[in-house]
């Protein structure tokens, strides 16, 4: 059905590898490139599918993909570098006439801050181009937007209020380790909070607003109001919105990691003169933190993902609670790789897989609760990520 190249060969591009492969009939060529190209044999080997191509590239660099995606001609690239990488990708996407989806929003290296907006900005030029840029299809941002798609479209007229909550409720059995690029979590973590409540966004400070929420199949856990990029879509997408939020849950023992990381300058992004050159702390702390790639093999435990919603169904108030437990074992049977990258891994390759099929083909830069999510839960059912709903049981929220 179609060519597929992905940009990444860490947790989450490992996974879409195997994803990828585990569907030859819409996926028929399949090539893999990142900045260290022995990650891509390595992750080739390890499928055991010697027909996935490797390549190296920089994907800072446009030059570099225009001449990677000319000579591999592919229909779609599965963006799963860092998200520094958006923008070089998309302008290589437009120069060639290759479709595109991502996982995270385009951050600036410089300044720890996300939004859509630059990515946004591409609409006219992807509708012009007659591509299709899909936007945060990783689990959240991804299945989050989906789930919310589905009980807009199948349980209520009106939603009003909807709390997405992350548990990981897993036990990799380091002192402190981060569950995808350490970098990229520890920005997000240490930014203020905020939240959208009537038509504006508040701002919390760190970590500020926390309370216990129950996990399905693992119970109470202490969760974190944070800021996350799908809040920003889906206040826009679903203008019945009143609230909504995002919820993460932390362990004190990574807290206080987290603490003195900050306290001690580790965190900082800006450079710092050490031994005559210059470096980053919190990009030199990555190099000496465990690689999240390589927690797998230990780590046991679940996560559990979902959105909790109320609204209106004909006139009456009902609440709905639609969620994924993910195996951090199971994961690491199928793909080699712990539950965060496999949640992230599967949705990105079924929206590829949408997009394929022509189910999500449509020009222009959307997010993905824009499309319709009936086929994409199907396939979240079939690919390792089955969901399970409660109609009006307690939110807690
Ligand atoms: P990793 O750090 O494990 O992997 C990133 C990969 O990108 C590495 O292979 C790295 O290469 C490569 N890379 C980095 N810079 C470049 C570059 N300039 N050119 C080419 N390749 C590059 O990250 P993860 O796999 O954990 O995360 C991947 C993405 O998924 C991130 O954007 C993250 O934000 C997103 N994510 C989304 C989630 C969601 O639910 N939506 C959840 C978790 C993650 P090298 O090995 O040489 O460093």
Redesign the pocket.
């Known amino acids: 059905m179609g060519k597929v190249l992905i940009?990444?060969?860490?947790?989450?591009?490992?996974?879409v590898a195997h994803k990828v492969a585990q569907n030859p009939d819409v996926f028929t060529d399949i090539m893999i490139?990142?900045?260290?190209k022995s990650?891509?044999d390595s992750v080739v080997k390890a499928i055991g599918n010697p027909n996935i191509k490797t390549a190296q590239?920089?994907?800072?660099?446009v030059d570099e993909l225009v001449a990677l995606f000319s000579s591999f001609q592919p229909d779609i690239v599965i963006?799963?570098?860092?998200?520094?990488?958006?923008l070089?990708i998309m302008e290589a996407c437009l120069k060639t006439g290759v479709n595109y989806l991502?996982?995270?929003n385009y951050e600036p290296k410089d300044v720890a801050h996300f939004e859509y907006s630059w990515q946004w900005a591409y609409k006219k030029r992807f509708e012009d181009a007659g591509l299709t840029a899909i936007l945060?299809?990783?689990?959240?941002?991804?299945?989050?937007g989906v789930y919310t798609a589905y009980a807009a479209k199948h349980h209520f007229d009106e939603i009003q209020y909807l709390d997405i909550v992350d548990c990981n409720a897993g036990n990799h059995h380091k002192a402190f380790a981060t569950?995808?690029?350490?970098?990229?979590?520890i920005r997000?973590i240490t930014q203020n909070g905020r939240y959208y409540e009537n038509g504006q966004w508040v701002t919390t400070k760190p970590l500020e607003i926390h309370k216990a929420l129950t996990y399905p199949n693992i119970g109470p856990r202490d969760s974190y109001l944070l800021y996350h990029?799908e809040l920003e879509s889906l206040v826009k997408n679903f203008p019945t919105i009143k609230r909504a939020r995002f919820w993460m849950t932390f362990g004190q023992e990574y807290l206080t990691h987290l603490r003195v990381i900050q306290n001690i300058g580790m965190a900082r992004i800006d450079e710092v003169e050490y031994n005559g050159m210059k470096i980053v702390p919190l990009q030199f702390l990555?190099a000496v933190l465990p690689?999240?790639?390589d927690l797998g093999e230990n780590y046991d435990g679940e996560t559990s993902?979902g959105c909790r919603i109320r609204g209106l169904k004909d006139g009456k108030e009902h609440t709905y609670y639609i969620y994924n437990n993910c195996s951090h074992q199971a994961a690491y049977k199928e793909t080699g790789m712990q539950g965060?990258?496999y949640?992230?891994?599967v949705?990105?390759m079924i929206g590829a897989m949408m997009f394929l099929k022509g189910l999500w083909k449509r020009p222009g830069v959307w997010n993905v609760e824009e499309f319709d999510p009936d086929p994409f839960m199907e396939q979240l059912n079939k690919q390792g990520l089955p969901w399970h709903e409660i109609m009006d049981g307690d939110l807690e929220l």
């Open positions: 940009i990444g060969a860490g947790g989450v591009g490992t996974v490139a990142s900045r260290t990650k891509c590239v920089d994907a800072d660099q963006n799963v570098a860092l998200p520094y990488q958006d070089t991502d996982t995270a945060g299809c990783g689990f959240d941002p991804g299945v989050s569950n995808f690029n350490p970098e990229i979590n997000e990029e990555k690689n999240p790639q993902i965060v990258s949640t992230t891994g949705p990105a």
